[in-house]
């Protein structure tokens, strides 16, 4: 994963000193994505989605043409298993793109955040290895 290095005989590991400054970079990195996890005021429950719909009639131009009505705006949201579905009025529609932004930006920061940690924990694993002093019969003597 983070602990190979290629070189031109191949890969080698890397040194203590290289998997601190990584370890380090790394905690940086996962800062500036806990800042937006902890800064996000409200976000959408569900998601957005502007949609177009015919309406029916059958001398309508959405009926003749195939151009749609639209656009109109909903939230789908998932609770208990069953997906309800909320239409958001014209002048609301601003407000949620915000909020679903904001959740779009919170679920992206929680998956780097995760990839970070695993990438961390690697590192750690290997610094362990590294650090570790080989059990001798000479020593414990």
Not at 3 to 19: F, H, K
Request: net charge positive; proline share 1%; aromatic share 8%.
């Amino acid at each position: 994963m983070l602990i190979y290095q290629a070189n031109q005989g191949g890969v080698r590991t890397m040194q203590i000193s290289e998997l601190r400054k990584k370890f380090n970079d790394l905690i940086e990195l996962r800062q500036k994505y806990e800042k937006i996890i902890v800064n996000r005021d409200v976000l959408l429950e569900g998601v957005y989605r502007e949609f177009y719909k015919t309406c029916g009639r059958k001398d309508c131009h959405c009926v003749t043409t195939g151009e749609k009505h639209g656009p109109y705006h909903k939230i789908e949201v998932s609770r208990n298993g069953k997906q309800k579905v909320f239409i958001v009025p014209k002048g609301k529609v601003s407000k949620v793109i915000e909020l679903d932004n904001n959740r779009k930006q919170f679920i992206k920061a929680e998956e780097k955040i995760k990839k970070i940690n695993e990438e961390i924990y690697e590192i750690i694993k290997e610094i362990k290895k590294q650090k570790e002093k080989r059990v001798d019969k000479r020593w414990l003597a």
